[in-house]
């Protein structure tokens, strides 16, 4: 498990705990509120029956199974709220009451029917507060205010009874509603974050595959034709030394010339890998591979990189290196975006490395064709002598495939394959993408 998704599984293990707590703390709440209750409703109900004549038990018993009814609170609030209308004329369910309005306005129960079950309690307790307050007046001699007067009471107690804990549980209600959508969002945010993780997990790993192919196809084209090249040379010298002295130390001179330009090339490419980044670090996986990748293209920018004119440069290696081989070109030459010009000479240079390779002493034709909007380059090669064909050297079957993929990578055309005459046909066309 990566250290994202540890951090993940953690607060989801934190947040399921909190709310489990939550629910045992509000199952506690309403016990502790049921049991008040049920002791409130259970004196008032001995007093109702004392009152009335019934037996202290049976008055003593509903009081207490009445006051209890307050422990489901929030699975029915509406059953709580109307065995409270039931019981004020009894004169009991003071606390079940309040509790009891408070749930079901902070309840998911639809406004109109909060509305009436509040104003059935309002009902309730006005009717047996005027007619309470109406009789203690009446028991004074020497006191009448009026009717007004019992009656501004009644609606002043009855108000003040039903309309904090409506008004508070509706507060509580909104709140808790706006609480849980917050919640969801975050949630689904969360969701969102985790998804967009791992597809940028996905996305650095493609990211690496495609570095270490990058880095691999700069390093062949870097190395690969020039040491052919140092290979063909150095078995040349070694054939004419004893017969051509001269021949021998040109040969000599230009094994030389070949390594010098292999090794200046890579100490370029090497030494931008070192910059600002160490080799170490990097082989150690400290460092990240797309920042080794951005160092080979530092190393080997396509401004800088070879043109297409310089084709007729890496022709005449060739042919100094012993092979036969001619350069036609049709259209009128002109300057390609640097990408284009880079990937052209790649090619051609790439597969006369495999005619050293495998088809020694064979006669190449290198054909460049600049058209209205691309340009196309063909190498092909004649039959070898089979004595002569193999040059002994190594060959790991990238060549090809670095070809392609370049040549594709810019929305071109690749083509490869044997000839009907024994030979091995190489083409590509590349599209041109614009003047430097």
Same mark, same amino acid.
């Given at each position: 498990m990566t250290a994202m998704g540890a951090d993940r599984e953690a607060a989801g293990s934190t947040t399921r705990g909190y709310w489990w707590w939550e629910r045992r703390r509000g199952v506690a709440l309403d016990v502790g509120l049921a049991l008040f209750s049920a002791l409130e409703c259970g004196g008032k109900g001995v007093e109702f029956a004392e009152d009335t004549g019934l037996p202290v038990s049976v008055g003593a018993v509903f009081g207490l199974l009445a006051g209890a009814v307050l422990v489901v609170r929030r699975r029915w609030p509406i059953a709580v709220v109307l065995v409270t209308v039931a019981m004020t004329p009894a004169g009991m369910g003071f606390l079940m009451g309040l509790v009891g309005l408070y749930s079901l306005a902070a309840s998911e129960v639809p406004r109109r029917i909060t509305a009436v079950?509040?104003? @059935?309690?309002?009902? $309730?307790? #006005?009717?047996?507060?005027?007619?309470?307050?109406?009789?203690?007046? $009446?028991?004074?001699?020497? #006191? +009448?205010?009026?009717? +007004?007067?019992?009656?501004?009471?009644?609606?002043?107690?009855?108000?003040?009874?039903?309309?904090?804990?409506?008004? =508070?549980? =509706?507060?509580?209600?909104?709140?808790?509603?706006? @609480? *849980?959508?917050?919640? !969801?969002?975050? &949630?689904? %945010?969360?969701? *969102?974050?985790?998804? %967009?993780?791992?597809?940028?997990?996905?996305?650095? !790993? +493609?990211?690496?595959?495609?570095?270490?192919?990058?880095?691999?196809? *700069? @390093?062949? &084209?870097?190395?690969?034709?020039?040491?052919?090249?140092?290979?063909?040379?150095?078995?040349?010298?070694?054939?004419?030394?004893?017969? &051509?002295?001269?021949?021998?130390?040109?040969?000599?001179? =230009?094994?030389? &010339? @070949?390594?010098?330009?292999?090794?200046?090339? %890579?100490? *370029?490419?090497?030494?931008?890998?070192?910059?600002g980044e160490s080799v170490t670090a990097a082989a150690s996986g400290q460092v990240p591979l797309a920042s080794v990748g951005r160092a080979v293209a530092a190393a080997a920018p396509v401004e800088d990189g070879p043109r297409l004119h310089e084709v007729e440069t890496l022709v005449g290696e060739s042919r100094a290196a012993g092979m036969t081989v001619e350069l036609s070109v049709d259209g009128e030459a002109r300057t390609y975006a640097p990408e284009v010009e880079q990937t052209a000479y790649r090619v051609v240079q790439e597969a006369l490395t495999n005619v050293h390779k495998h088809a020694a002493g064979a006669r190449t034709w290198v054909r460049l064709a600049h058209r209205d909007s691309e340009v196309a380059m063909q190498v092909e090669n004649g039959p070898s002598d089979a004595a002569t064909a193999d040059a002994g050297l190594p060959s790991g079957g990238n060549g090809l495939v670095g070809m392609r993929e370049r040549v594709l990578g810019l929305g071109g055309v690749f083509v490869s394959g044997p000839t009907e005459a024994g030979g091995f046909r190489v083409s590509a066309v590349l599209p041109d993408r614009g003047e430097v």
């Amino acid at each position: 498990m990566t250290a994202m998704g540890a951090d993940r599984e953690a607060a989801g293990s934190t947040t399921r705990g909190y709310w489990w707590w939550e629910r045992r703390r509000g199952v506690a709440l309403d016990v502790g509120l049921a049991l008040f209750s049920a002791l409130e409703c259970g004196g008032k109900g001995v007093e109702f029956a004392e009152d009335t004549g019934l037996p202290v038990s049976v008055g003593a018993v509903f009081g207490l199974l009445a006051g209890a009814v307050l422990v489901v609170r929030r699975r029915w609030p509406i059953a709580v709220v109307l065995v409270t209308v039931a019981m004020t004329p009894a004169g009991m369910g003071f606390l079940m009451g309040l509790v009891g309005l408070y749930s079901l306005a902070a309840s998911e129960v639809p406004r109109r029917i909060t509305a009436v079950l509040a104003g @059935m309690s309002f009902t $309730a307790t #006005f009717i047996v507060a005027y007619v309470e307050l109406r009789q203690g007046v $009446a028991e004074q001699v020497d #006191f +009448w205010p009026g009717d +007004w007067y019992v009656l501004l009471i009644s609606l002043f107690m009855s108000l003040g009874l039903t309309a904090p804990p409506v008004l =508070l549980g =509706l507060y509580i209600g909104a709140r808790r509603r706006l @609480m *849980e959508s917050l919640r !969801e969002r975050a &949630d689904s %945010l969360e969701r *969102e974050l985790s998804l %967009l993780a791992d597809r940028a997990e996905e996305r650095a !790993e +493609w990211a690496r595959t495609e570095e270490r192919t990058r880095i691999a196809r *700069e @390093m062949h &084209d870097v190395v690969a034709h020039r040491v052919s090249l140092m290979v063909v040379h150095a078995a040349a010298l070694q054939a004419v030394a004893p017969k &051509d002295p001269a021949k021998a130390v040109r040969n000599a001179a =230009l094994v030389g &010339d @070949m390594g010098r330009q292999a090794l200046t090339e %890579l100490r *370029e490419m090497l030494g931008v890998l070192r910059s600002g980044e160490s080799v170490t670090a990097a082989a150690s996986g400290q460092v990240p591979l797309a920042s080794v990748g951005r160092a080979v293209a530092a190393a080997a920018p396509v401004e800088d990189g070879p043109r297409l004119h310089e084709v007729e440069t890496l022709v005449g290696e060739s042919r100094a290196a012993g092979m036969t081989v001619e350069l036609s070109v049709d259209g009128e030459a002109r300057t390609y975006a640097p990408e284009v010009e880079q990937t052209a000479y790649r090619v051609v240079q790439e597969a006369l490395t495999n005619v050293h390779k495998h088809a020694a002493g064979a006669r190449t034709w290198v054909r460049l064709a600049h058209r209205d909007s691309e340009v196309a380059m063909q190498v092909e090669n004649g039959p070898s002598d089979a004595a002569t064909a193999d040059a002994g050297l190594p060959s790991g079957g990238n060549g090809l495939v670095g070809m392609r993929e370049r040549v594709l990578g810019l929305g071109g055309v690749f083509v490869s394959g044997p000839t009907e005459a024994g030979g091995f046909r190489v083409s590509a066309v590349l599209p041109d993408r614009g003047e430097v």
